[in-house]
């Protein structure tokens, strides 16, 4: 199965282990610039702007522009989303989310376009864009899954859950205020460890419909207890 990822740092933090949980069984690429927005995205359509890095395993590999990366290979899945601090913004959206759609599914017809719903920030973020919430977790977590729901309804598109993953996992002891682990690294990119792991499940997940508590690959240095739960709740989620 071929992916390919239009996303930001929110999604190099997704796929960055999802080809070692899939063990040979997905094609994984990721389009990544630094806090791009649907909009950014589609301006750089517009000019076909090769401003991405095309990474694999969150590693950069060249650069590239979105309509090159289409058309070089028979993509089977497109993942879009929203950049992390307007993915609770409804109004911020359109009409950048239909035209990315639109000229994705030109180039690409016979692959199935799906969206990343990404997570909310950490209680204690400092991103400046927390402040659209009221520097409420819960409140950002309620926005995106309202909004994302929405605007994936409109246009028909499957949601990847890897936000409500994240949610999920901050309710087990080893990751709730106080605990020695944090499932976000700096506020709101996701550990490098855990967070990226349980994103990864739950793609995979939801890409292969195989069970993550079949899933036989562990980050080095983890704990097998705490990967068995993120993978109930990647299971949970996508089963």
């Not at 990366?69 to 911020?92: A, K, N, R």
């Not at 035209?99 to 016979?110: A, D, L, Q, S």
Request: charged share 25%; net charge negative.
């Amino acid at each position: 199965m071929k992916i390919l990822c239009i996303g930001n740092s929110f999604s190099s933090d997704a796929t960055r282990y999802l080809q070692k949980i899939g063990n040979g069984q997905l094609y994984v690429r990721n389009l990544y610039i630094g806090g791009c927005s649907l909009e950014t995205h589609y301006n750089n359509i517009v000019e076909n702007n090769p401003f991405y890095d095309y990474q694999i395993d969150d590693e950069y590999v060249r650069k590239a522009s979105i309509e090159e990366t289409l058309l070089e290979d028979s993509w089977d899945i497109i993942t879009i989303q929203q950049v992390s601090h307007f993915s609770g913004m409804e109004e911020t959206y359109e009409p950048y989310m239909t035209n990315v759609i639109n000229f994705v599914k030109e180039k690409c017809p016979n692959a199935e376009i799906v969206f990343h719903r990404t997570w909310a920030y950490d209680d204690k973020s400092n991103h400046e864009g927390f402040a659209y919430y009221g520097r409420d977790r819960k409140q950002m977590y309620n926005a995106i899954i309202e909004t994302t729901s929405k605007l994936a309804g409109k246009h028909g598109l499957r949601i990847i859950p890897c936000g409500d993953a994240i949610e999920m996992a901050r309710d087990l002891p080893e990751f709730q205020q106080g605990a020695s682990l944090n499932i976000n690294r700096d506020g709101f990119h996701l550990s490098l460890d855990y967070g990226r792991y349980l994103a990864g499940l739950t793609m995979y997940g939801f890409f292969t419909k195989n069970s993550p508590l079949e899933v036989s690959y562990e980050p080095e240095g983890t704990d097998k207890e705490i990967n068995r739960k993120l993978k109930e709740i990647a299971h949970n989620l996508t089963m």
